[in-house]
C-alpha cells in the first residue's frame, strides 16, 4: 500500500511541474495555426485630441499570406495590403498606386497605429524564431499565466527578445513586452478580451502601445472571424490590390 501511495504522489507531483517552455511555446504556436481565416474587426487609434477608427476585412492563408482591404473610413477606404512570404505590398485608391514596403519604410506605423509594417511581415509562429525559458507564474485578469523569457535564436527578427505570459489553460498570449537588442523595451501588448471561436481561443481585444511612440497607444478590437473557409487563390496575388 505504501509504494502504491508513493507512486500516486510522484505522479501527481510531475503533472504539478512547470513543462519546459519549448513544450509551452508549441502549444501556442499551435492554437494559432488555422489552414485559412477570414476576420473582421477595427483598429482604434488613440491619438492626443481623438480617437481614429478604422475596420478592416482580411484573408489569411497560412501563416505566409494574407490580404487586408480597409472599409472604413471613408479616406482609408479601398485601401489595401498584401504580403506575400516575406514582402509586402500596399495600394492606395486614391493615388492609383501600388508600392512595395522594404527597407526604412517597414519601420514606419501602417495607418498611424502603434503597429509597424515590420510587425506585420512578422511570422507569428514563436517556435522556429525564438528560445524560450520559462522565468516564473503570474496571475493575470485573474488567469494563472507562465511567463517565459525569449531570445532570438539568430534569425532576421525585428525584436531580440520577448517576455511574454501565457494562460495555463487556453495557451493564449495574454501580455507580451519586446526588446531591442540594447535591452531597451519597444512595444507592449495585453489582451483584455477574449473568446472561444469553434473550439479555439482567440484574442477579441488587444491593446499594443510602442513605447517610443506618444499617444495613447492602438486598441483592436474583432468583430467576427471564421476558421478554415475556402478563399480563391486570387486573392492572394498583386492583381488583388487593384480590383
Known sequence: MR??????????LGLA??????????RVDQNMDSDTKVSVGQMRVKER???RTIRMKS???GMTSSFTEFLDPPREKGTKMLKLDNQLWTYTPSTD????IS???LRQSVMGSDLSYQDLLEDPKLVPAYEPAVVGEEVLQERPCWVLSLTSRGGDVAYHSRKIWVDKERFLVMKEDRFARSGKLLKTTLVNKVALVNG???????????????????EFILEEVQFNVD??????TKAALRR
Do not use: N, Y
Not at 3 to 12: D, G, N
Not at 17 to 26: D, N, Y
Open 3 to 12: 509504494i502504491l501511495v508513493a507512486i500516486v504522489c510522484f505522479a501527481s
Open 17 to 26: 511541474q512547470t513543462p519546459p517552455g519549448e513544450a509551452i511555446l508549441k
Open 49 to 51: 485630441r481623438e480617437v
Open 59 to 61: 484573408w489569411l492563408k
Open 97 to 100: 498606386r501600388t508600392i512595395l
Open 103 to 105: 527597407g526604412h519604410m
Open 200 to 218: 479555439k481561443w482567440v484574442s477579441s481585444e488587444i491593446e499594443v502601445k510602442d513605447a517610443l511612440k506618444t499617444g495613447g497607444g492602438t
Open 231 to 236: 478563399i480563391p487563390d486570387h486573392f492572394f
